[in-house]
C-alpha cells in the first residue's frame, strides 16, 4: 500500500497536468491553454491506445504516430494534426511554438 501511494500524485504540484514546472515563466493565459492542449493530447493517445490489441499497443502506436515522447517533443499545432485532434476549443496561436511541456520549439525565439 505504501508503494501505490508513493507513485500517486500526492499535491497539486506532483501532478503533470496541474502546473507547468517546464516552463514557469509562461504567461497565465497561455499555461491555461496549455493544460487545456496537453489534456486533449493525452486523452487522444489514451483513446488511440485503447484501440489497439493490449500486447502491440506501443508498437502500433509508433508505427502510425511515431513514439509517444515525439508527439510531446513537437510543436502543439503539428500533434494535433498528426494525432487528428480538432483544437478550436485551445488558441492554438498561443501555442503555435510551444510543446506539451511549454517550451520554445524555434530557436533564438525568447519571446514569452
Do not use: W
Request: aromatic share 6%; hydrophobic share 40%.
Amino acid at each position: 500500500m505504501a508503494l501505490r501511494n508513493k507513485n500517486q500524485p500526492t499535491s497539486e504540484a506532483d501532478n503533470p497536468l496541474s502546473t507547468n514546472e517546464h516552463s514557469p515563466n509562461l504567461k497565465p493565459a497561455t499555461a491555461k491553454e496549455l493544460l487545456a492542449a496537453r489534456a486533449m493530447i493525452d486523452g487522444k493517445i489514451r483513446e488511440v491506445m485503447a484501440s489497439f490489441p493490449e500486447a502491440k499497443k506501443n508498437s502500433l502506436f509508433r508505427f502510425r504516430f511515431g513514439s509517444v515522447e515525439a508527439i510531446k517533443a513537437m510543436p502543439i499545432a503539428m500533434a494535433f494534426k498528426k494525432l487528428g485532434i480538432n483544437g478550436c476549443t485551445v488558441k492554438i496561436a498561443l501555442l503555435a511554438d510551444r510543446d506539451y511541456y511549454g517550451n520554445d520549439t524555434q530557436p533564438g525565439n525568447d519571446v514569452i
